[in-house]
């Protein structure tokens, strides 16, 4: 059974920094597209970064560029999120997901992807 497993969210002052992890079981995931999402309440899912199965290209939103950073270690199956000078509008429940590779969409759509984890809560007081 896939399992996605989000962690390192929590309770953060604005300016700090987070490091979120998802850690895959039951499945490899090295030749896949990953991808981090994020929801605030009341709003949509929205795109954070992804991140090619080789690490060699990455995506981020306009609005975390040059303040996140995305990474994966295929040996280990996990994919990261390194969260710098962060802003009370970061605050939301992260999700990491697959992107399933025979949908031919981009990977800031999040309809592109497949498995997704229960998601962490990253909370950044002003």
């Known amino acids: 059974q896939v399992q996605l497993v989000e962690s390192g969210g929590g309770l953060v002052q604005a300016g700090g920094s987070l490091r979120l992890s998802c850690a895959a079981s039951g499945r490899t995931f090295s030749r896949y597209t990953m991808g981090w999402f994020r929801q605030a309440p009341g709003k949509e899912r929205e795109f954070v970064a992804a991140i090619s199965w080789s690490g060699g290209t990455t995506y981020y939103a306009d609005s975390v560029k040059g303040r996140f950073t995305i990474s994966r270690d295929n040996a280990k199956n996990t994919l990261y999120l390194q969260m710098n000078s962060l802003k009370p509008e970061d605050t939301a429940v992260y999700r990491c997901?697959?992107?399933?590779?025979?949908?031919?969409?981009?990977?800031?759509?999040?309809?592109?992807?497949?498995?997704w984890g229960q998601g962490t809560q990253v909370t950044v007081s002003s």
């Open positions: 997901a697959v992107k399933d590779p025979t949908r031919p969409l981009v990977p800031q759509d999040r309809r592109g992807y497949d498995y």
